[in-house]
């Protein structure tokens, strides 16, 4: 039975493929969870995270394989409207994919991290969370509601040995999105981002995993920008 497991939501592709790769290669027993039930690597659950009842089954079903020692919660979507034509339907749907999910996935891993006394929990966030970003409310919204529920659970979970943290990307080149096909992209990233190109998927994950492999337990509640200094640049 492993006694290792790390569950990574949105392991199926983008950031949270790269996420799920590297703690492999670290000797994790990795568990994605995703609506396709994909995984590059280690074990993959289908799991609508918008759905409570299979978010919940799911959390139980990885915890009967073994014990889990961290989660990830890396899925996510993003959704441009502009504010005066957003409808409720669509914010409220970026707010359940990012942030409900944060939340209910920590809240249902809580007693298996409780158990073993402690862990890591990994929310990722986005720089979005601090600047003001056109067509942008409801993804800017949730990810500072993550930020906030990382303070709040580093509070309330700190006596049981479980360390919260908000890793915050700037821009990540993943796959070939509308936003990279077009030039104008590229230029616009080299004028506005200090080390002048997009972040990898890569180096998230290592910053990831390296947070899970240190487990600094000091280091609780903060959210780290890996941004290439784009959200400090004046
Ligand atoms: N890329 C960037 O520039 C950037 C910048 C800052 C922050 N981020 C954050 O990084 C995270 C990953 O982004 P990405 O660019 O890697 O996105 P991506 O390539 O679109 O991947 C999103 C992941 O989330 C999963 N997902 C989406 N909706 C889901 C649902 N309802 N239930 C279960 N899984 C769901 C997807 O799997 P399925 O489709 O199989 O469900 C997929 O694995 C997100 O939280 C995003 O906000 C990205």
Redesign the pocket.
């Known amino acids: 039975m492993p006694d290792d497991q790390v569950v990574v939501?949105?392991?199926?592709?983008?950031?949270?493929?790269?996420i799920a790769t590297e703690l492999a290669a670290r000797g994790h027993e990795v568990v994605?969870?995703?609506?396709?039930?994909?995984a590059p690597v280690g074990r993959a659950v289908?799991?609508?995270?918008?759905?409570e009842a299979a978010l919940v089954a799911a959390v139980a079903g990885v915890a009967e394989q073994g014990s889990i020692a961290s989660l990830v919660?890396?899925?996510?979507?993003?959704v441009a409207h502009k504010s005066s034509e957003l409808g409720l339907a669509d914010y409220e749907q970026v707010m359940?994919?990012?942030a409900s999910?944060t939340m209910l996935a920590s809240r249902e891993i809580y007693p298996h991290l409780k158990a073993r006394g402690g862990g890591t929990i990994v929310n990722?966030?986005?720089?979005?969370d601090k600047v003001g970003v056109r067509h942008q409310l409801a993804?800017s919204a949730?990810?500072a509601a993550i930020a906030a529920m990382t303070r709040v659970l580093a509070v309330e979970w700190a006596r049981d040995g479980i360390c919260v943290v908000n890793v915050?990307?700037?821009?990540?080149?993943?796959?070939l999105?509308e936003f990279w096909q077009n030039p104008k992209s590229l230029a616009w990233i080299e004028e506005r981002v200090p080390l002048r190109r997009?972040?990898t998927?890569q180096e998230?994950a290592r910053f990831v995993a390296s947070l899970l492999g240190e487990r600094n337990a000091f280091l609780t509640g903060e959210t780290i920008y890996i941004?290439g200094a784009h959200g400090i640049n004046h």
């Open positions: 939501t949105g392991g199926s592709k983008g950031i949270g493929a790269a994605s969870l995703s609506r396709s039930g994909t289908a799991c609508d995270l918008t759905d919660n890396n899925a996510g979507i993003n359940r994919v990012n999910s990722i966030g986005s720089f979005f993804y949730s990810k915050a990307p700037g821009y990540i080149r993943t796959e999105s997009p972040g998927s998230v941004d």
